[in-house]
């Protein structure tokens, strides 16, 4: 009994700090997903910086993301409630949302949350309260304001409010700052800097491979060649040998049967005499 191993410890003993090949996979996964993620972040944070200079005049296909930086949107104005009932679409400060361009004031309707530019040259983003569709006029308030923003014209429209992600836009504003910016490019120029290394090593590495295994075949075409040559010489040698026991026996059959010739010669002189 004190013999009797279970193969299933035995197994997990073999395989226990080994990562099998699903583990390996899923860890490719997660990088590829993170790296996209943090690349397409990056892009947006671009992108929307790009947008801001332009004056709000370069969306990406129509889309535009913002972040929500003051609180008028995040709740309900008491006087309102009944006006708002239904329409529970809150956006808090550093929400990340997204809008949409609208190509007509007619695509527009009351309770829409739409982003405009106002007389500072600010991105406002609030609710339209009242349209004008004949002087393509529209108004405006914040949930929580108690007042109108005051007539916006169409043209002042960059896009109606289509969604968001909650409290990121925090990371974006920061990155669009003086110091993210900075922060920005030192970390491209160490992850650059870092896969040239990477891919530089890898090269060294890749030829050093070549020239090893060059070498070692160099080295087992040589140790080929000096093994023909000596079955070569043996061969030779042997052949050699081979003639020279010939001619040996050869010579040695020529002169018995010259003996025996002159052995022939001397008995038929004796038999004359006789």
């Known amino acids: 009994m004190d013999n009797v191993v279970d193969n299933n410890v035995i197994e997990n003993k ?6 099998t090949k699903k583990d390996k996979t899923w860890v490719r996964v997660l990088k590829w997903v993170s790296s996209i993620f943090i690349i397409l972040f990056i892009v947006a944070t671009c992108w929307m910086l ?3 200079i332009s004056n709000y005049n370069f969306p990406f296909f129509g889309l535009r993301a913002s972040v929500i930086s003051s609180p008028s949107m995040a709740s309900v104005n008491s006087e309102y409630e009944d006006f708002l009932k239904g329409h529970d679409d809150r956006l808090y ?4 949302i997204f809008t949409y361009k609208v190509d007509s004031i007619e695509d527009l309707n009351v309770y829409d949350i739409i982003t405009f530019v106002n007389d500072d040259n600010e991105l406002i983003c ?3 309260i009242e349209i004008n ?3 393509n006029k529209i108004w405006t308030r914040g949930d929580a304001n108690n007042k109108l923003d005051g007539v916006v014209e169409f043209e002042e429209v960059k896009g109606r409010y289509i969604g968001k992600i909650p409290g990121i836009g925090v990371v974006t504003l920061y990155l669009n700052s003086a110091y993210g910016l900075l922060g920005v490019s030192i970390a ?3 992850i650059f800097g870092g896969a040239i290394i990477l891919e530089l090593d890898k090269h060294k590495k890749k030829n050093d491979d070549k020239v090893l295994a060059k070498q070692e075949e160099n080295k087992n075409d040589t140790i080929s060649y000096t093994t023909n040559n000596e079955k070569s010489l043996d061969s030779e ?4 040998s081979n003639k020279v026991e010939k001619n040996t026996a050869d010579e040695n059959v020529s002169k018995k049967n010259k003996n025996n010739d002159e052995l022939d010669d001397i008995t038929k002189d004796d038999f004359y005499e006789l």
């Open 237 to 240: 040698q042997e052949n050699i």
């Open 188 to 190: 491209f120029t160490f």
């Open 126 to 128: 609030h609710r339209i």
């Open 93 to 96: 400060v550093n929400d990340l």
């Open 14 to 19: 073999t395989n226990s700090g080994k990562p």
């Open 133 to 135: 569709v004949e002087d």
């Open 50 to 52: 790009v947008d801001r």
